[in-house]
């Protein structure tokens, strides 16, 4: 991971963002799953949802976390960080993918991650590190218009 990835989250809360999404881009959106081994950058990503109005934010740093969330209470959403140390979250995004529930891939290492396995073709797209309260706003209101569509 980036050391520089957390430092480019400006707060949810700017003006510009407040302007660009009316400040709440995901707002009516349940329960967020993040899956993010970095501690810091899952403390900013979910400080970030939760100030975007989601009402839940289950941030999960393994396979097995994220897979017991999935089972004991399913997100609307999720973000996964595709390198998890010795792991990546592919399993994660198979499991999604067998429920339906929309899922971004997030990474450092460019898009070649969407076609891994096949499973890349299940999500909804990519986010790459360092990512900004922007990319994170674009997500949510995609994920919000696919449901009114």
Request: charged share 25%; glycine share 12%; no cysteine.
């Amino acid at each position: 991971m980036r050391g520089d990835a957390s430092r480019v989250w400006a707060r949810a809360n700017d003006d510009s963002m407040s302007t660009a999404t009316g400040g709440r881009p995901g707002a009516g959106i349940g329960k967020v799953l993040l899956v993010e081994d970095s501690m810091i950058i899952a403390l900013d990503a979910e400080d970030a949802l939760r100030q975007f109005g989601i009402e839940q934010v289950t941030v999960a740093g393994s396979v097995r976390h994220a897979l017991e969330a999935i089972g004991s209470d399913p997100p609307q959403l999720a973000l996964l960080d595709y390198n998890l140390g010795s792991e990546s979250s592919e399993r994660i995004a198979e499991r999604l993918g067998e429920l339906g529930i929309p899922f971004w891939f997030v990474t450092g290492y460019g898009d070649a991650v969407a076609n891994v396995s096949g499973v890349g073709a299940k999500a909804r797209g990519v986010l790459q590190k360092p990512y900004t309260n922007e990319d994170l706003a674009r997500v949510l209101q995609e994920f919000v218009s696919s449901r009114e569509s």
